[in-house]
């Protein structure tokens, strides 16, 4: 039994695909408890397939897939926060249209780029046992940089979503606020594709995030039940992916959902 | 032209001059004018969609203004917690798990030191804040297992803690039963006599005049300014309500007001929260 936990780890590879499964399944629920509060988890499915075509020019010129995706997730989390600003059409129209059109053009490149040797599945469904060294570090570096901007805005962040109207009054940006969150959101998106891919990546970011607000009382111990659960259901997603040969992204968002029928069954027990 | 936020030392002052305000070509506001000083209760009453609301933005400077000006002046800018908004719950965003000391610890935020770490005097004047309204001991509940009334008394804490001069609260009435409604007067009428200014909006004309110092009535344009028993004229309510408004009497004081098809009772009934004040 305990070889089967530990010789995967022989593997350069599996351990780099340990340190990035950590990664996103602790960061995405940590977001995610944003996502969740603020009623975005469309904009964030719609973030993650909107990258696409970015990561596809990446392939194309040779450059880190990872690298090009965080510019591209920046810049497209500041459209959509600008498009949703405009009144007239509803926010959630105007992220589906960027959506359906990003991912379409991405996956246009896709069929007519010559030449490409990148494996659309991995792409669309994640293969965290495919990632580079170059991957594990940019994918720290994102997180640090999430985890330390997070902790920065905390407070202005927790009062502009409780009370928008409140926090503008006292000179918290409250639209700055609003684009900080997109912006670390799409890192977080561009850390978590890898191991859950652009089609599931929504998974990691709202799934244990739930469980983990269904289980504790305050927001940031929700938090951080979250990030444990996120983990674990990507620990395990990486063993599954690695003996069933299946790519890692729907491994890790079933056990991720199996979990949270979980803690919903428990909470209905508890009340 | 636009919203002073006059910072100077003295009594906190509310000056609102020919204040007209526009939404998409159609005026909300019209020519609206008056003025304020410390230790004033105002109960700002008026239909739904009379422009309340508006107002309270225009005066903390959140909407532009067309004409006219609406200055506050205290003790410090606005944006440093001179004025305290207390919103409509519809604005408030109940998804996010607060407790009530986050919400009054709210009050020691604003655009300066973001990332001060709270001291002793934030947490004691929490303390103090939260004895006040007579929250110390619920101050780890969840503001959703609040009733409305203690959930505007949290509120009101978060006001005290941020030490504003001057309070704006919009609907702070409705979803809350008449006796937890009195609680809550009952803190403001403290709070005036500390000298500050205290605007209330309701559309509900309950105990008005046994409530507010002054009544501020507002029906897109100022219908009646002054102390109730002289603001509310026959032809006041007719302008507030229409030709159906006539149950207040001038004086009176536990008349009540009913709404076409809909009433007062209906109106005042409480959140079914599992606590109750």
């Known amino acids: 039994m305990i070889e089967y936990i530990f010789d995967p780890f022989q593997y350069n590879f599996m351990i780099r695909a340990l340190v990035v499964s950590v990664l996103v399944g602790a960061m995405c629920p940590i977001i995610g408890a944003y996502v969740i509060a603020r009623g975005r988890s469309f904009m964030g499915d719609a973030l993650a397939h909107s990258v696409l075509p970015g990561m596809v020019v990446a392939f194309m010129l040779g450059f880190s897939p990872l690298a090009a995706a965080v510019p591209a997730g920046v810049g497209i989390a500041a459209l959509m926060g600008f498009i949703s600003r405009k009144t007239g059409v509803s926010e959630d129209t105007s992220v589906g249209i960027v959506f359906a059109g990003m991912f379409a053009l991405g996956l246009t490149m896709l069929a007519t780029a010559e030449g490409l040797t990148v494996n659309v599945e991995d792409l669309l469904l994640g293969q965290v046992l495919g990632v580079t060294t170059m991957d594990v570090y940019v994918s720290l570096g994102l997180a640090a940089m999430v985890i330390a901007a997070l902790y920065a805005i905390h407070r202005i962040a927790v009062y502009a979503t409780f009370d928008p109207v409140s926090a503008e009054v006292v000179g918290i940006p409250v639209n700055m606020v609003d684009y900080a969150l997109l912006t670390l959101l799409a890192l977080v998106i561009v850390i978590g594709i890898q191991a859950a891919g652009i089609v599931l990546v929504m998974a990691m970011l709202i799934t244990p995030a739930a469980a983990g607000h269904l289980l504790a009382r305050r927001f940031v111990s929700g938090m951080i039940v979250g990030a444990v659960i996120g983990s674990i259901s990507a620990i395990a997603g990486l063993y599954l992916s690695y003996y069933m040969n299946i790519p890692s992204g729907p491994a890790m968002a079933l056990i991720a959902t199996g979990v949270f029928a979980l803690a919903a069954a428990y909470k209905r027990r508890a009340i | ?277």
């Open chain 2, 1 to 277: 032209m636009a919203t002073q936020n006059g910072s100077g030392v003295g009594p906190p002052s509310i000056v609102v001059n020919d204040l007209t305000i526009e939404r998409s070509g159609t005026r909300i506001l019209t020519d609206v004018s008056f003025e304020f000083g410390p230790g004033t209760l105002v109960g700002v009453v008026g239909p739904n969609g009379a422009g309340k609301s508006t107002l309270f933005e225009a005066i903390s400077g959140r909407i532009p203004i067309h004409h006219g000006s609406a200055a506050i002046y205290a003790d410090r800018p606005l944006n440093q917690g001179s004025v305290a908004y207390v919103p409509q719950r519809d604005s408030i965003n109940w998804r996010i798990p607060v407790t009530v000391e986050d919400v009054v610890m709210m009050g020691r935020t604003n655009s300066k030191g973001w990332l001060r770490r709270y001291g002793r005097e934030d947490r004691e004047l929490c303390r103090q804040s939260l004895d006040r309204v007579n929250l110390w001991d619920r101050r780890s509940a969840l503001m959703t297992e609040l009733s409305g009334g203690q959930r505007q008394r949290a509120f009101i804490a978060r006001a005290l803690c941020q030490e504003a001069s001057v309070l704006l609260l919009d609907e702070s009435f409705s979803g809350v039963d008449v006796g937890a409604q009195e609680d809550i007067v009952q803190v403001l009428r403290g709070l005036r006599d500390e000298g500050k200014i205290i605007l209330l909006a309701t559309h509900d004309l309950t105990n008005l005049a046994e409530r507010f110092d002054i009544c501020l009535c507002i029906n897109k344009h100022v219908c009646a300014c002054g102390p109730p028993e002289e603001a509310f004229t026959p032809q006041v309510l007719e302008e507030l309500y229409g030709s159906h408004g006539v149950v207040f009497a001038t004086g009176g004081s536990s008349h009540s007001h009913e709404e076409p098809g809909r009433t007062p009772v209906q109106e005042q009934h409480e959140d079914t929260h599992p606590v109750h004040d």
